[in-house]
T-cell receptor
Framework: EAQVTQNPRYLITVTGKKLTVTCSQNMNHEYMSWYRQDPGLGLRQIYYSMNVEVTDKGDVPEGYKVSRKEKRNFPLILESPSPNQTSLYFC??????????????FGPGTRLLVL | GENVEQHPSTLSVQEGDSAVIKCTYSDSASNYFPWYKQELGKRPQLIIDIRSNVGEKKDQRIAVTLNKTAKHFSLHITETQPEDSAVYFCAASEGGADGLTFGKGTHLIIQP
């Protein structure tokens, strides 16, 4: 079964305490990305990766880091979380083998609260 | 970069009536336009998409139309049902390395 998984699903933390949200996919997709969703602002892209060891900034990258050491995993790292990073985070993946955009699949989401 | 505007932000319709959600985009190079449905507490799920070489696409009760000249595309839901209540997002992309740029969403409410 095609799957995109995220962990943890819910997280409450305090300002400045480093955290990592993991994302894993079993579809052998080259393209992976992270979005944050905030009320009234829709989904905004944080970072994306076209393949292993290839990452690039999206629209709202400040305060986040990512890595892509393996094709299936794309963790999101908050080195020093702040309250304005309280949000709902989605990982998404798609195939990048064709010229046109392919269907993008979302993970189940991670709800983060930074106190 | 791409900018996607979506209207209305909230839409309330009677069960059985039609609903139309409209989006405009700014980048004439965009060639892929998906629509996602997000139920409360769930992930966005693709419901229909259209590519720039097609003007209209239908799938049962939902359809999407695209006007490349005017740079706008719309989602049409006919014979609405209670399970259509959700937030709907439009998006646009140039394809390739570009990700999707999303509209801010429309909360569709189906009144019984």
């Amino acid at each position: 079964e095609a799957q995109v998984t995220q962990n943890p699903r819910y997280l409450i933390t305090v300002t400045g305490k480093k955290l990592t949200v993991t994302c894993s996919q079993n579809m052998n997709h080259e393209y992976m990305s992270w979005y944050r969703q905030d009320p009234g602002l829709g989904l905004r892209q944080i970072y994306y990766s076209m393949n292993v060891e290839v990452t690039d900034k999206g629209d709202v990258p400040e305060g986040y880091k990512v890595s892509r050491k393996e094709k299936r995993n794309f963790p999101l790292i908050l080195e020093s979380p702040s309250p304005n990073q309280t949000s709902l985070y989605f990982c998404a993946t798609r195939s990048a083998k064709v010229v046109y955009q392919e269907t993008q699949y979302f993970g189940p989401g991670t709800r983060l609260l930074v106190l | 970069g791409e900018n996607v505007e979506q209207h209305p932000s909230t839409l309330s319709v009677q069960e059985g009536d039609s609903a139309v959600i409209k989006c405009t985009y700014s980048d004439s190079a965009s060639n892929y336009f998906p629509w996602y449905k997000q139920e409360l507490g769930k992930r966005p799920q693709l419901i229909i998409d259209i590519r720039s070489n097609v003007g209209e696409k239908k799938d049962q009760r939902i359809a999407v139309t695209l006007n490349k000249t005017a740079k706008h595309f719309s989602l049409h839901i006919t014979e609405t049902q209670p399970e259509d209540s959700a937030v709907y997002f439009c998006a646009a992309s140039e394809g390739g390395a570009d990700g999707l740029t999303f509209g801010k969403g429309t909360h569709l409410i189906i009144q019984p």
